[in-house]
């Protein structure tokens, strides 16, 4: 068999919204058209016995089946981001004396639709219209590195001044587009002998994702991408061993990966981002603009493999059905994530204190937005913050560039024992153990971080219980240091915390129906069912991987801040933090200062 559907913009409608914005004043065509969405789902599926005459004798024991299923999505939405007037990239703020600035939906506009200067009635005066540049001698004019005027030139002009302070500020409404690929194949054979059943299925999803995350806030501006490979294998045997004898064997193979890229991890986009000693850095705009790339998201990558291998075995024996099994598992995380390791450059004011634009008669509460908007010319930067993460093994090292790498381990097996009694016919007991080991989480690579002296060490300088938290002066503890654990390392027989081989879990459960005696109206027409267990919950890898994997020492987040000016001209990376990796920490001050920038 074989399918299609197909979706189009044709028969929609554009939203109340999009029209809203009405069109362009200069090229008269709508701001915000119909967002634009076309899907595909296509496919086919085969399926049917495998006749091998010679080796069958014509009777058919082995029967495939293959599915294959696609999507294909192309759209284009609606989005609007904040964008400098073009008075403003030249330096010159607007204003109404008296009055905050407020955009044309505002409570109090300072412009009409069309971006055109209104005169608010409370206002003390006329539009003041003042050049930012020359107020301050350490931000005396536009960027001297010249990125800041090659950024706000991938951002366009403002179309929509619906948003924004309307005079100094507004919005860029434009399409953007994002495209989704996915695949699934499904392949599954059936094969029968005299006594066993055996199935093997394969199923593999492959999608591809671009500008869906780390979206290009401008049509220039670069985007990210996501991949996501997954793939699943299944095998079982049922094997009929006596008719009252049955035995299940399944083995399961899952190995999903996600892998999210941001625009400075692909190649086509490496020429864009600015660099500094070699190191390419981003660059963040005060909150008067939208940034010309995402800034609040980083690469990723989650892949956990998962191999599970379970037999079960019933038998039947009068009144008796016994039940038991084993489970084994082996599960794992093989991810990073990103966060800060592509250092940003934060526009702001930092160590030395605009002057001069308080100074601009009426300006009143438009200080702030004027602050901002002169830092983000200028390129005057508030901090630099990058983030280092440590490499494993004794002497770990901070690696610049390098992301938070964590592979988690663990080993759990089950098993289960149960019986269900036929007591009468019309009573069941079901009654059942079940035993759960969870080993405990490791890292291979030898990145497993705890507490030296154990978790009572937490407290630090204080102490060594709760009761010296809050104890202003009290000095009973020592300082809190962190040490590298598990194989591999100067501590390979320690563990995070110790193994737990106590989880028995009993189950009772009884069916009872209803005995012929009550009635036409409840006989063997009613089943009263009741249960009770226990059951257990294991770790999650990702509790793990915060508590253990996150401690400092394998990773350190280093703000760079200095009392003296400074602008895109002095940054100089990779930052450095004090100390090397797994020194001694006082968990009560974690203030840093920085050796060299």
Excluded: C
């Excluded at 002296?453 to 809190?480: E, K, N």
């Amino acid at each position: 068999s074989l399918f299609h559907f197909h979706r189009n913009t044709v028969l929609n409608a554009n939203t109340w919204f999009n029209n809203q914005r009405g069109t362009d004043r200069v090229t008269g065509e709508p701001i915000s058209p119909r967002n634009n969405l076309i899907r595909n789902q296509f496919g086919g599926r085969i399926g049917g016995p495998v006749q091998i005459p010679k080796i069958y004798n014509g009777k058919n024991k082995t029967f495939f089946h293959f599915l294959y299923d696609a999507q294909r999505i192309r759209q284009r939405s609606a989005v609007t981001q904040l964008v400098y007037t073009e008075t403003a990239r030249r330096g010159i703020f607007r204003f109404f004396p008296g009055v905050r600035n407020g955009n044309a939906e505002s409570l109090s506009p300072s412009v009409d639709l069309s971006g055109n200067p209104v005169r608010n009635p409370r206002a003390t005066g006329d539009l003041q219209t003042v050049s930012l540049y020359n107020l301050d001698p350490n931000r005396a004019g536009p960027d001297p590195s010249g990125l800041v005027p090659r950024l706000l030139g991938v951002a366009p002009l403002p179309n929509n001044f619906r948003t924004g302070d309307g005079l100094n500020t507004a919005g860029f409404t434009w399409q953007r587009r994002s495209t989704d690929d996915f695949n699934v194949y499904n392949f599954r054979v059936d094969h029968n002998l005299a006594a066993h059943r055996i199935t093997y299925s394969y199923n593999a999803e492959q999608e591809f994702e671009d500008n869906t995350r780390y979206e290009s806030p401008f049509p220039a501006s670069p985007g990210g991408n996501i991949t996501r490979r997954d793939r699943f294998h299944s095998l079982a045997v049922l094997s009929t061993i006596r008719p009252n004898l049955l035995n299940e064997f399944r083995a399961g193979v899952l190995r999903p990966d996600y892998r999210a890229r941001a625009p400075w991890e692909l190649e086509q986009f490496s020429s864009f981002f600015p660099r500094a000693t070699g190191q390419p850095f981003v660059p963040v705009f005060s909150a008067n603009i939208s940034d010309v790339v995402v800034t609040d998201d980083n690469p990723v990558r989650l892949f956990n493999p998962l191999y599970q291998y379970t037999n079960n075995l019933t038998w039947i024996k009068g009144r008796h059905a016994f039940k038991g099994g084993i489970d084994v598992r082996f599960s794992s995380t093989n991810s990073f994530n990103s966060t800060d390791v592509l250092p940003r450059a934060n526009f702001g004011t930092g160590g030395v204190p605009v002057v001069g634009v308080d100074r601009i008669p009426g300006i009143g509460q438009n200080l702030t937005p004027a602050i901002n908007m002169l830092n983000d010319l200028s390129g005057s930067l508030n901090s630099v913050v990058q983030a280092l993460n440590a490499e494993g093994g004794d002497n770990p090292q901070y690696i610049p560039g390098q992301y938070k790498y964590r592979h988690w381990k663990r080993p759990e097996v089950a098993w289960f024992f149960k019986d269900d009694y036929k007591v009468t016919p019309n009573l069941t007991l079901n009654l059942g153990l079940r035993w759960e080991y969870y080993g405990v989480p490791y890292d291979p690579n030898r990145r497993t971080a705890a507490l030296a002296g154990g978790s009572s060490s937490i407290f630090g300088i204080s102490g060594s219980t709760f009761a010296d938290v809050y104890q202003p002066g009290r000095l009973d503890g020592s300082l809190t240091r962190v040490e590298l654990i598990g194989p591999g390392t100067r501590n390979a027989s320690r563990k995070l915390y110790g193994e737990d081989f106590n989880n028995f879990s009993p189950n009772v459960g009884v069916s009872w129906a209803l005995p012929t005696s009550w009635g036409r109206l409840f006989a063997r027409k009613t089943v009263i069912r009741a249960g009770y267990g226990i059951a257990y919950e294991r770790q999650s890898l990702r509790l793990i991987d915060v508590v253990s994997g996150d401690q400092p020492g394998l990773r350190e987040r280093v703000v760079f801040q200095t009392a003296s000016y400074l602008d895109l001209r002095g940054v100089r990376l990779p930052l450095q933090p004090v100390g090397q990796p797994l020194s001694v920490i006082p968990l009560t001050d974690r203030a840093q200062t920085i050796r060299s920038f």
